[in-house]
């Protein structure tokens, strides 16, 4: 029991490293989402490079949690697919509630890391829609791009050129 007890403190540890590395994604997100906001190119460019480095750090601890999770599901027998609520069913009560407060946490920063994503995802979205718009009615053209006379008739071929966004991160 003591082998499982230190891995499932060792999981802990690692899920504990996860969240402070999904919480300071989450701000550099939200940093750059305001930075956008604000058309601040220094702070954006800036930023930029801080969320990369946060997103490697992320993509490490999940790796760690990864293998420490396999670890402890090889010493308790259970297959990989099992839960963290089902491991802490397993073990003694302190280093359950350990891991099980441990889990919560980090799901909970994840998710707070999905939402402010998904934030500004939609923010670029918007932004790709209103500056389509603009440059659409700026042409004269349609979404498709085709022009019509005042009969409603087509008139040439359609002009994809002038999409000044991408749409993509």
Same mark, same amino acid.
Do not use: K
């Given at each position: 029991?003591?082998?499982?007890? *230190?891995? %499932?403190? +060792? $999981?802990? &540890?690692?899920?504990?490293?996860?969240?402070?590395? #999904? =919480?300071? @994604?989450? !701000? /550099?997100?939200?940093?750059?989402?305001?930075?956008?906001?604000? *058309?601040? %190119?220094? +702070? $954006?460019? &800036?930023?930029?490079?801080?969320?990369?480095?946060? #997103? =490697?750090? @992320?993509? !490490? /601890?999940?790796?760690?949690?990864?293998?420490?999770?396999?670890?402890?599901? %090889?010493?308790?027998?259970?297959?990989?697919?099992?839960?963290?609520?089902?491991?802490?069913?397993? @073990?003694?009560? /302190?280093?359950?509630?350990?891991?099980?407060?441990?889990?919560?946490?980090?799901?909970?920063?994840?998710?707070?890391?999905?939402?402010?994503?998904?934030?500004?995802?939609?923010? @670029?979205?918007?932004?790709?829609?209103?500056?389509?718009?603009?440059?659409?009615?700026?042409?004269?053209?349609?979404?498709?791009?085709?022009?019509?006379?005042?009969?409603?008739?087509?008139?040439?071929?359609?002009?994809?050129?002038?999409?000044?966004?991408?749409?993509?991160?």
């Amino acid at each position: 029991m003591p082998e499982h007890d *230190a891995l %499932a403190r +060792a $999981l802990a &540890a690692a899920l504990h490293r996860l969240t402070e590395r #999904a =919480d300071a @994604l989450r !701000a /550099a997100l939200h940093g750059q989402r305001r930075a956008f906001v604000g *058309a601040d %190119a220094v +702070a $954006l460019a &800036a930023l930029h490079e801080t969320h990369a480095a946060e #997103a =490697d750090r @992320l993509h !490490a /601890a999940e790796r760690e949690v990864v293998a420490c999770r396999a670890a402890l599901c %090889a010493a308790l027998g259970a297959p990989d697919s099992v839960r963290v609520p089902a491991l802490c069913a397993r @073990l003694p009560g /302190a280093v359950a509630e350990e891991l099980d407060a441990a889990a919560t946490t980090a799901r909970a920063a994840l998710l707070a890391l999905r939402v402010e994503s998904a934030v500004g995802q939609r923010l @670029l979205d918007a932004t790709r829609r209103a500056q389509e718009g603009l440059w659409q009615a700026l042409r004269g053209g349609t979404p498709d791009g085709q022009r019509y006379d005042r009969h409603a008739r087509a008139v040439g071929t359609p002009d994809r050129s002038g999409s000044l966004l991408r749409g993509t991160v």
